[in-house]
């Protein structure tokens, strides 16, 4: 047998290898109409995207530790200690955005078994923020228990609460989902064709100057604190190829604001649905001393780099009076997104507003795992969920598509003259 022939028989041969199990095991994709049907989220790992991904969120979840103080309210075994948790959220009524971080660390943890402590927190509540909260922590952690469990829950009375409920639960099953009836408010001076409020929930793996990783789970509201209102903006011509992501957090009489340009592609595995997988590389700034716009350290320009990855759904509208548009509008949205954070360690150690949470607004900064600058490495890793839709702002009764202005351009650069152009500046964030 001749050397080549050799090594031609054992290349065949580890290619078998590889295709039987594939050729063995049925698919377990679904098809309609000769049309793959878009898989649910959580069935959608990193491996997915970035192969090397996968191997390293499963080292960081094997090793990293909860918050000390979750181990008060589960036990070693994941038992849930009720009495100690409904105490805590109790306590922490002047903080609500706590309460629900507890609860959505808890579910981190403890998968279905925390169903019950959400399903409280929904009816319990007369916030419409901690009903939305509960109700998305459980599509998020509820696992098979979800769709049952987000479908069992009562009515609130509050049309956008019940809105949330009902399409988290035919999302979750992938589909389809009934057009608006409501009017729509359309702002025909906005740069963008339609802007959608989202709601982030956050794992967060930092490393301690111990070594260790740390897990913090971050819930919608208190990611809404720390790192400020996310809004996903689109032009129906363009967003198979691109959006951006603008973000406003407000730190005391400031306002600041920062755009990210996503870019990429959208499949369609389905008429009026968008499967999206989009990356955002754009230079900001870091502030060494931990807190954005506190420039006592300096700062230091990087090249910031998220993924994120989506599933849209955009029914055609079912009011009488809907407008024409070159696309329907997007009704609801919902993926994944994960990046790279820097953290000032010794200044997570105070806990400025006595919330019990060792994050504080502006401490959470995008950073580059390739920077040049040591002091402003990244030192955390996230990965995360985010959900939006099409809703009434206002209360006026009619949804608002693009009434929120984002001051950027569509190229994600600030915009703040509104005059539809970036800034002479071109910067991607506020100083």
Same mark, same amino acid.
């Given at each position: 047998?001749?050397?080549?022939?050799?090594?031609?028989?054992?290349?065949?041969?580890?290619?078998?290898?590889?295709?039987?199990?594939?050729?063995?095991?049925?698919?377990?994709?679904?098809?309609?109409?000769?049309?793959?049907?878009?898989?649910?989220?959580?069935?959608?790992?990193?491996?997915?995207?970035?192969?090397?991904?996968?191997?390293?969120?499963? &080292?960081?979840?094997?090793?990293?530790?909860?918050?000390?103080?979750?181990?008060?309210?589960?036990?070693?075994?994941?038992?849930?200690?009720?009495?100690?948790?409904?105490?805590?959220?109790?306590?922490?009524?002047?903080?609500?955005?706590?309460?629900?971080?507890?609860?959505?660390?808890?579910?981190?943890?403890?998968?279905?078994?925390?169903?019950?402590?959400?399903?409280?927190?929904?009816?319990?509540?007369?916030?419409?923020?901690?009903?939305?909260?509960?109700?998305?922590?459980?599509?998020?952690?509820? =696992?098979?228990?979800?769709?049952?469990?987000?479908?069992?829950?009562?009515?609130?009375?509050?049309?956008?609460?019940?809105?949330?409920?009902?399409?988290?639960?035919?999302?979750?099953?992938?589909?389809?989902?009934?057009?608006?009836?409501?009017?729509?408010?359309?702002?025909?001076?906005?740069?963008?064709?339609?802007?959608?409020?989202?709601?982030?929930?956050?794992?967060?793996?930092?490393?301690?100057? $111990?070594?260790?990783?740390?897990?913090?789970?971050?819930?919608?509201?208190? @990611?809404?604190?720390?790192?400020?209102?996310?809004?996903?903006?689109?032009?129906?011509?363009?967003?198979?190829?691109?959006?951006?992501?603008?973000?406003?957090?407000? &730190?005391?009489?400031? $306002?600041?604001?920062?755009?990210?340009?996503?870019?990429?592609?959208?499949?369609?595995?389905?008429?009026?649905?968008?499967?999206?997988?989009?990356?955002?590389?754009?230079?900001?700034?870091?502030?060494?001393?931990?807190?954005?716009?506190?420039?006592?350290?300096?700062?230091?320009?990087?090249?910031?780099?998220?993924?994120?990855?989506?599933?849209?759904?955009?029914?055609?509208?079912?009011?009488?009076?809907?407008?024409?548009?070159?696309?329907?509008?997007?009704?609801?949205? =919902?993926?994944?997104?994960?990046?790279?954070?820097?953290?000032?360690?010794?200044?997570?150690?105070?806990?400025?507003?006595?919330?019990? $949470?060792?994050?504080?607004?502006?401490?959470?900064?995008?950073?580059?795992?390739?920077?040049?600058?040591?002091?402003?490495?990244?030192?955390?890793?996230?990965?995360?969920?985010?959900?939006?839709?099409?809703?009434?702002?206002?209360?006026?009764?009619?949804?608002?598509?693009?009434?929120?202005?984002?001051?950027?351009?569509?190229?994600?650069?600030?915009?703040?003259?509104?005059?539809?152009?970036?800034?002479?500046? $071109? @910067?991607?964030?506020?100083?």
């Amino acid at each position: 047998m001749s050397k080549r022939f050799f090594h031609l028989t054992l290349a065949l041969l580890a290619l078998a290898l590889v295709l039987e199990p594939a050729l063995a095991e049925p698919s377990s994709t679904v098809k309609r109409d000769n049309r793959v049907k878009a898989p649910a989220f959580e069935d959608l790992k990193a491996s997915d995207h970035t192969p090397n991904s996968a191997f390293w969120i499963d &080292q960081l979840s094997a090793i990293a530790e909860p918050p000390a103080r979750i181990t008060r309210f589960v036990t070693p075994d994941g038992t849930i200690r009720r009495a100690a948790v409904d105490a805590e959220v109790e306590r922490l009524e002047e903080f609500p955005w706590e309460a629900e971080g507890l609860l959505y660390a808890i579910a981190e943890e403890t998968g279905e078994a925390a169903l019950p402590l959400l399903v409280d927190r929904y009816h319990e509540s007369d916030r419409p923020v901690d009903k939305i909260g509960a109700a998305l922590a459980i599509r998020r952690f509820g =696992g098979t228990q979800a769709v049952p469990t987000l479908q069992g829950l009562d009515a609130s009375g509050e049309i956008e609460v019940d809105q949330w409920v009902e399409l988290l639960a035919l999302e979750a099953e992938g589909g389809p989902l009934p057009g608006e009836q409501r009017s729509m408010t359309i702002d025909d001076s906005n740069v963008f064709d339609q802007v959608i409020p989202l709601q982030i929930s956050l794992t967060v793996y930092s490393t301690l100057p $111990n070594g260790t990783v740390e897990k913090h789970v971050i819930s919608p509201q208190q @990611l809404l604190r720390v790192y400020g209102q996310a809004y996903a903006s689109t032009n129906f011509a363009t967003r198979d190829q691109q959006l951006v992501i603008a973000k406003h957090l407000k &730190q005391g009489e400031h $306002n600041h604001v920062e755009g990210f340009l996503f870019q990429g592609m959208t499949f369609h595995p389905e008429e009026n649905v968008g499967v999206v997988n989009f990356l955002s590389r754009m230079d900001r700034d870091i502030y060494p001393s931990g807190q954005v716009l506190d420039d006592s350290l300096g700062r230091v320009s990087v090249q910031t780099e998220v993924e994120r990855f989506a599933r849209w759904f955009s029914p055609e509208p079912e009011c009488d009076d809907a407008p024409k548009m070159a696309a329907n509008p997007v009704r609801m949205v =919902g993926g994944g997104v994960t990046g790279w954070s820097f953290f000032n360690t010794a200044q997570m150690l105070d806990d400025d507003d006595g919330d019990g $949470n060792p994050i504080d607004p502006g401490e959470g900064q995008l950073a580059s795992r390739a920077s040049a600058d040591p002091t402003v490495a990244a030192n955390a890793y996230f990965t995360g969920f985010f959900y939006g839709k099409l809703s009434d702002l206002d209360g006026d009764g009619k949804v608002d598509l693009n009434t929120i202005k984002t001051h950027l351009a569509q190229n994600g650069y600030l915009d703040l003259d509104g005059d539809g152009k970036s800034d002479p500046s $071109n @910067l991607t964030m506020m100083r």
